[in-house]
């Protein structure tokens, strides 16, 4: 039964969900490709020449997001929709990483619900005035979408919390998930309402919008598409527990590039691909890639940075520089701690609180002279998880002023409401310590945003009466669980569950000498002036443009069903291998010379009886009886193995052991390709393997006449992997001088002598028919690991560099669409076979002419 995840994206969208006004027609849009602009609306699944060229020439980036960087209300007199752009968006900030000319498009929906009979005319002033372009999302999708799967399933998921029981977290609902889907569908309608696929750059933001590259990718193979995740990524073991695991990741990979704030968050990803979908990934040149059906997809660690001017602005104002004068009167003589969080259950305000009380409790003479502000932003969701830590924060925090403050004296100051920036500003300029104790968050910019704040500018040193001159301090305590902890270096790191630690860590902030906090100032406003919003958004760019460079050198298939879909990019010159084509040009030729591998090629790598089926060995018979043909086995099993299960084939020539052994035929004798090799360094290899094998799980050794294999295929693949890359550099490091190569394969490492190859046994039989006068006319060769790469350019080189009366027609061919040296591809060993029955049947059959010959003769006699 198919799984329920798995089903169309246009089945998860019904339902009614989808049953909304279409943006209005006035609306312009860019035409990607010629014909009526109706012929557009479809989801069709494009091939390669879907992304043509387009009348625009001009590079844009198109930023998609939840929401827009707009506020909207309605004018009191005219009953008109108002907009005006949200200075303090992360979207708008980007911008200063790129030129003036650069030109920007924003895809998002609004905080507001649009009346539908409003939406035409909202949606033509939005794009005039501001280059938005909005997504209407009727009510209900926009509710279960965002409250629902967004904030309900993903939100507490990606910040480590499982829905154990129902009190705790909501269980995986599949209406949610469909809405999240369907929402996904109409902001991808929006972007492909303007884009221009050959030129424009999308870059998508967030969670919210995980698969929306996968429609974007079906619409237009050769989008160049980017995606950055302001949220933690999971690690496997959490991120494993959702129903749609494998169809979010595949979304993702979509993409170009792929953004985390984090290493951690990054390594959490790969390592779900891995598990989750057998990828590898390597480190190319600096950059982690991801190889995906052809297509790589880049990795980018970059944490976002603050915008300078727009927070030195604040600082500026008059209201900012009167603020911090009041502040200072106000706690004269006081230690200032400052926290400014969202009221939600992962910032740990209430940890921070007992913190606190733990410090005074212990360090009684702080008593008096410490203060924790803690200002609380409005929470992003709602639920009894929030009024819990709501009221948690208020029963801890009345606790400790009433047991440790007195009528002059709160040791903590709660702000439950909405803080100006210029307030928020003045707290940061007089704070001398800023705590941010979150158990899980993807960012958080508040350390940042002090640091500036606490250097100050020239207006407000002017304004407060302190000399430009004088050093700047500061001191941080934050969480190691937040996105920003590891760019700050001279912090105090914290774990927020640890109280004691916590309060240990405050105590040590306020106690620090200046010369102290002023190094440690120094320090991080170098990074955060350096690395600010510009900066991380000029860089995602850059890679963005590298990743996407060779979109055009390839060709691409779109292959796959729903939330399955995925790009095949491959060489222009790749091609699936036509058995109509094979056979005519088998037909036509008298010497050929046929290489088969066998695991993955003749018999399914999946199947679990590795013997060649009976279909195999009739087809194999069939071809070797054919004098005109030379055909070969070509393996790394071992020739006992290999003897025994193709003994019906008496004329097929056996490469056993990558070519260590050759027979050309079962009457013939063994041939070694290195006779009297020095095979000692098996007794070097083998306790070394055997200790790898004992210390991994899952993982055994495979013992030949010529090589050693260990194989870890069932043991856990982040720690098999980690295993092999040891034991690769262990065993170089003690055979550095020693006859023998060790080759590190799919899920094996694999130890052989020196100079032993499948493409040295292609080049022996090549050239032993060409030095017999028999030269081939025909060269079929079919493989699916690298292995046979060997093979492929082993062939091409040995005819090419031999004068050959007529040049042989070459079939080198690979299984499964992949980069390759093969100018051809079948899709899986049951094609192999199907194309092989092809020329065994052209074997049997014979031209007309002869069988009535052979009818005649038979009379006669």
């Not at 619900?113 to 949606?123: H, M, N, R």
């Not at 059906?293 to 990795?299: A, E, L, Q």
């Amino acid at each position: 039964m198919a799984s329920r995840s798995s089903v169309n994206f246009l089945d998860l969208a019904s339902g009614g969900l989808l049953d909304i006004p279409h943006t209005p027609r006035g609306l312009p849009r860019v035409m990607t490709v010629p014909g009526i602009i109706s012929d557009l609306d479809g989801y069709g699944n494009n091939d390669e020449d879907s992304d043509v060229s387009s009348t625009s020439s001009r590079e844009r980036k198109i930023i998609v997001a939840n929401m827009l960087p707009l506020h909207a209300k309605r004018d009191a007199e005219s009953g008109k929709w108002c907009f005006s752009l949200d200075e303090d968006s992360l979207l708008l900030h980007l911008k200063d990483g790129f030129s003036l000319e650069s030109e920007f498009i924003y895809v998002g929906s609004l905080k507001v619900d649009i009346d539908p009979s409003e939406q035409e005319e909202v949606a033509q002033k939005l794009l005039e005035d501001f280059n938005c372009v909005p997504t209407f999302l009727p009510h209900d999708l926009q509710k279960k979408f965002y409250l629902g799967f967004c904030k309900q399933q993903l939100w507490p998921l990606f910040h480590y919390m499982l829905p154990m029981c129902p009190d705790h977290g909501d269980r995986f609902d599949r209406l949610l998930w469909q809405a999240y889907v369907s929402a996904n569908k109409l902001f991808a309608d929006k972007v492909m309402e303007v884009i221009n696929p050959d030129d424009d750059y999308v870059w998508v933001h967030d969670y919210h919008l995980m698969v929306l590259p996968t429609f974007l990718r079906k619409r237009f193979n050769r989008i160049k598409l980017g995606f950055f995740l302001h949220s933690p990524f999971p690690s496997s073991e959490i991120y494993r527990t959702l129903p749609v695991r494998d169809e979010i990741l595949r979304g993702l990979l979509n993409c170009d590039l792929i953004g985390f704030h984090t290493f951690d968050y990054a390594r959490h990803f790969l390592s779900c691909c891995s598990r989750m979908l057998g990828l590898d990934y390597e480190s190319k040149r600096g950059h982690i890639g991801l190889d995906y059906f052809g297509r790589t997809v880049y990795i980018k660690i970059l944490p976002v940075g603050v915008h300078m001017g727009r927070l030195e602005s604040v600082l500026d104002l008059p209201s900012t520089s009167a603020k911090v004068r009041e502040l200072q009167k106000r706690f004269d003589g006081k230690s200032v701690i400052l926290g400014i969080d969202d009221m939600d259950i992962f910032k740990g305000i209430s940890l921070k609180l007992l913190a606190l009380e733990h410090l005074l409790q212990l360090h009684t003479k702080m008593q008096g002279h410490i203060v924790l502000v803690q200002i609380v932003n409005p929470a992003r969701s709602s639920g009894k998880d929030v009024q819990e830590a709501r009221r948690e924060t208020y029963l801890t925090a009345k606790r400790i002023n009433e047991v440790y403050g007195s009528p002059d004296y709160e040791p903590v100051i709660l702000i439950d409401r909405h803080v100006p920036r210029y307030e928020k500003s003045a707290y940061y300029a007089i704070a001398d310590c800023c705590i941010v104790n979150a158990v899980r968050d993807g960012m958080n910019l508040v350390p940042y945003k002090y640091i500036v704040c606490r250097q100050g500018t020239p207006t407000l040193d002017a304004a407060i009466g302190r000399y430009a001159e004088s050093p700047r301090t500061s001191m941080l305590v934050v969480s190691e669980f937040i996105g920003c902890s590891p760019s700050l270096s001279g912090a105090i790191r914290v774990n927020p569950w640890d109280i004691e630690a916590v309060a240990e860590a405050l105590h040590l902030a306020v106690c620090l000498s200046d010369s102290e906090k002023q190094l440690r100032h120094e320090k991080h406003y170098r990074y955060v002036s350096t690395h600010d919003v510009a900066y991380w958004a000029r860089s995602f760019a850059q890679d963005l443009e590298r990743a996407c460079r060779d979109h055009y050198s390839k060709r691409c298939w779109g292959i796959g069903w729903g939330l399955g879909f995925r790009v095949v990019s491959l060489s222009p010159s790749f091609r699936r291998l036509s058995s109509d084509h094979i056979v005519s040009a088998y037909k036509r030729t008298n010497r050929r010379t046929i290489f088969l591998d066998y695991d993955g090629t003749v018999v399914p790598e999946t199947s679990i009886i590795k013997s060649p089926s009976p279909e195999v060995i009739d087809i194999l018979k069939t071809l070797c009886s054919d004098p005109k043909n030379t055909v070969f086995i070509v393996s790394g099993r071992g020739r006992k193995t290999l003897s025994d299960w193709l003994a019906p084939c008496e004329m097929l020539g056996i490469a056993a052991e990558h070519g260590y052994f050759i027979r050309w035929s079962k009457t013939s004798d063994w041939e070694t390709s290195h006779p009297g090799a020095d095979l000692e360094w098996i007794r070097i290899v083998e306790p070394v393997m055997k200790s790898y094998t004992e210390a991994t799980d899952g993982s055994s050794i495979e013992t030949k006449e010529s090589a050693l294999v260990w194989q870890y295929q069932d043991a856990d693949p982040d720690f098999g992997s980690c295993q092999a890359k040891e034991m690769l550099d262990h065993l170089e490091n003690v055979l550095a001088n020693e006859p023998a190569v060790v080759k590190r394969g799919q899920h094996i490492v694999e130890v052989k002598p020196q100079g032993v190859t499948k493409g040295l046994v292609a080049e022996k039989v090549l050239l032993q028919m060409v030095n017999s006068g028999r030269p081939p006319d025909f060269v079929m060769c079919v493989g699916d690991d690298r292995s046979d790469e060997d093979m492929f350019e082993s062939i091409l080189n040995t005819l090419s560099s031999h004068s050959l009366p007529a040049p042989p027609e070459i079939f080198a061919c690979t299984v499964g669409r992949k980069p390759s040296k093969a100018k051809y591809y079948l899709d899986d060993a049951v094609d192999v076979v199907k194309m092989l029955k092809g020329l065994a049947d052209a074997t049997n059959s014979k031209p007309r002419y002869l069988a009535q010959n052979q009818v005649s003769f038979e009379s006669a006699v």
